[in-house]
């Protein structure tokens, strides 16, 4: 079973960057498929980023597509998610999660979640 751990998170101003990082550890991390998901306050979780397990693959929700970037670093069990531009309306709890079935960007189908770690930016 994987255990992820999220980092990152902050008060950022509009248009400003933030990186997040999530540790893995388990033995299907390097396997896995990983997404990044958030939930703003009165929402429901939506998805964000997903990377497959080799890289290869990548997609994006349309609201960030060309201003984030999603990565992953299998030797250091790390996923990354590059925020640029960021929007008010990013503002949400941000969860790094994996998958070890088919590629999927469904919030059901993703079974390890971290705790979250909170983005806030303010304008």
């Known amino acids: 079973q994987v255990q992820l751990v999220e980092s990152g998170g902050g008060l950022v101003q509009a248009g400003g960057s933030l990186t997040l990082s999530c540790a893995a550890s388990g033995r299907t991390f390097s396997t896995s498929s990983m997404g990044w998901f958030r939930q703003a306050p009165g929402k429901e979780r939506e998805f964000v980023a997903a990377?497959?397990?080799?890289?290869?693959?990548?997609d994006y929700a349309d609201s960030v597509k060309g201003r984030f970037t999603i990565s992953r670093d299998n030797t250091k069990n790390t996923g990354y998610l590059q925020m640029n531009s960021l929007k008010p309306e990013d503002t949400a709890v941000y969860y790094c999660a994996t998958r070890t079935g088919g590629w999927s960007t469904r919030v059901l189908d993703f079974g390890a979640w971290g705790q979250g770690t909170q983005v806030t930016v303010s304008s």
């Open positions: 990377i497959s397990w080799s890289g290869a693959a990548r």
